[in-house]
């Protein structure tokens, strides 16, 4: 090998480790996003539906007048 | 949450900036070395990496001192992402300074360098050090344990530096000595640039890797308070 070759195997060394650490990362994030969507489907479930969420109204206090 | 991003997002842009910059100097502007010619550029690279290991590895001990002193919370896990970059950093320094020793020396590895071996040493110490970690159940205990180990290994760095100084190691050269830097001021600056492009992309890459075990241990928490 010459000097040139082995000079630009130490330079993509750090740019191929570099490249695997960020897709490494890249993979990790795919699996928190799963983690997120997992998690907000669980508090779905777990929600009432819209129409029992809503309060009923409460009674107006009647007036007599007189 | 807001500025950590804006943190992670300038320190990336700022790696990505530095590494273009050095990497134009080194190979446009500053002059083949009389001696080895151009296999002396692995050494912009190589020695920035190696000196960022050394910064990964401190700031590591560092954190688990705080750990054990002062016990803020996360101080654990930040020493434990910062050991993981070092040895990042450290496998760099080992492969791309075993190809420099090939093209200079003729041989992939030194038994007699004395600067080498240490490295390798200070390197599979902090490798060992996610045995430990590993092997020990997650809680107090084991923060406190991987923190005093942490705190032993950073007595090899100065050991390991200082090394070729104490030994009269001929093979691997002494560019730094007690009268300054032996190289020309071009060739100082572009290291210079090269160390500052090093420790951005390993501050950036030390961000981006605790905000994710943060909200892996967030996410965790949540699944568990749900289920």
Partial sequence: ?66 | MWSRNNVVTALAALAAALVGVAIALIFFWIPDDADQGISQKIFYFHVPIALTAYACFGWGALKAFLHLWRRPSGADLESYVAIHQGVIFGILTLVTGSIWARASWGVWWAWSSTQLVLFLVLFLFYSAYFMLRFSVEPGPARANLCAVYALFGVVLIPISFLAIRLANDFIHPTVFTSEGPQMEGSMFFAFCVAWAAMLALAAALYHVELAGKRLDTTLRELRERLA
Avoid: C, H
Avoid at chain 1, 4 to 28: C, D, P, R, S
């Fill in chain 1, 1 to 66: 090998m010459s000097q040139g070759q082995y000079l630009a195997a130490a330079y993509l060394v750090v740019f191929v480790v570099v490249l695997a650490y960020v897709l490494i990362i890249a993979t990790k994030l795919v699996r928190l996003q799963r983690d997120v969507a997992a998690i907000a489907e669980l508090v779905a479930e777990r929600e009432p539906p819209a129409e029992l969420r809503a309060e009923p109204e409460s009674p107006r206090p009647q007036v007599t007048l007189g």
